[in-house]
Each structure stands twice: as C-alpha cells, then as structure tokens.
C-alpha cells in the first residue's frame, strides 16, 4: 500500500505500479504511446496499461494535440505547462518542460509559464493562453475579456485550446491521484 504524503493528500509512491511484463494486447497498445527518451513506456501509459480500451482513449486524446490540432506547437505547450502548474501537476510539468522546449519555448518563458509569480513580458497573445489555462482551472469558465483575447483564433483552434487545458486538467488529476512516479528518463520528443 502507497504511504501517504506528509499533508494527507496522495500517496508518496504509486498507487498502482507499471505495467512491468506486458502481455500482447498492452504491448501493441504502448508501441502506440508515446516513450521516454530511452525508449520505455511512459509511467503513465505503462499504468493506464491495466485497462487497455481505456488508455487507447486517453492516449488518442492526448495525441491528437500533438499531430492534429490547430494550435501550434509553442502555444500549446504553454498552456500545458499552466494547467499542469496549476493542478500541482509535478509528472506534467517534468514532461512538458522538456517537451515545451522543444517546441520553441524558452528556459525564462518554461518558468514563468510554471510559476506565474514570476515577472515576464508576455505578448497580450501568450498572456490570453495563459489566462485561459488560469481561469478554466480557477472557476471552470473563461470570462470575456480572456475569450476576446482570443478572437484573432479560429473556432475550432479556440475549442481545442479549451479542450486541451481540460484535458491537462484531467491527466493532472489521474497522475496525482494513482501516484503515478516521474519517469526515468524524459520523453522522447
């Protein structure tokens, strides 16, 4: 059983351990996933594992924003990074730093983005996704002034920036709830 953290909420170790010998239908479900930097399944694939048909659907959603979506790259890592930042997502925040890097931010714009005490000068286009991400995760709606920021976007680019701090906010909670661990190894991106 996990030992729980210091403050009574969530567990220190996972809740429920990594697929570690997969058999044939996880294995073709996390060839699908994708891996760490060495090549492993991810924690959280490898735990969502034990319940095949759900992790397919989990892992579609989160894939889709990296091959189908509108937004680009950098603005959606952006708003990953506030989400995870803001659902105390430490599993989130590991992967995307590495992840938003990549994707064109910056080390100074990754910590702002985790830690909005930090002063950074936004473009009013950032400062809109970031709010976004504040807002959803504060109140669970995005007021009018934030959505004006946004109006430069197209509908459907706007309702996969929705979509995607929810879908942050969900992985968040899934991760912190089941304990699932920092990998290893980072990402492969």
């Keep these: 059983m996990?030992?729980?953290?210091?403050?009574?909420?969530?567990?220190?170790?996972p809740?429920?351990?990594?697929v570690r010998a997969p058999d044939a239908e996880q294995r073709a479900l996390l060839a699908t996933?994708?891996?760490r930097a060495?090549?492993?399944?991810?924690?959280?694939?490898?735990?969502?594992a034990h319940a095949p048909r759900l992790a397919r659907r989990v892992s579609a959603l989160g894939g889709y924003f990296s091959v189908h979506a509108a937004i680009a790259p950098r603005d959606r890592e952006l708003v990953v990074l506030r989400t995870a930042a803001r659902v105390?997502?430490?599993?989130?925040?590991?992967?995307?730093?590495?992840?938003?890097?990549?994707?064109?931010?910056?080390?100074?714009?990754?910590?702002?983005?985790?830690?909005?005490?930090?002063?950074?000068?936004?473009t009013p286009a950032d400062r809109a996704l970031l709010d976004l991400a504040d807002e959803l995760i504060a109140t669970h709606r995005i007021s009018d002034a934030?959505?004006?920021?946004?109006a430069g976007r197209a509908e459907a680019e706007r309702i996969e920036l929705v979509v995607l701090a929810g879908t942050y906010a969900l992985l968040g909670g899934v991760l912190n709830g089941l304990g699932v661990e920092l990998d290893a190894s980072p990402p492969a991106t």
């Design 38 to 48: 060495d090549g492993g399944p991810l924690n959280l694939f490898a735990t969502l």
């Design 33 to 35: 996933t994708l891996p």
């Design 15 to 18: 809740r429920i351990e990594p």
């Design 88 to 122: 105390e997502s430490d599993y989130e925040v590991a992967h995307h730093r590495v992840i938003g890097a990549a994707a064109g931010l910056t080390a100074e714009e990754i910590e702002a983005a985790v830690d909005p005490a930090l002063p950074h000068p936004w």
């Design 146 to 150: 934030t959505w004006s920021g946004l």
């Design 2 to 13: 996990a030992r729980s953290r210091a403050d009574g909420i969530g567990p220190i170790a």
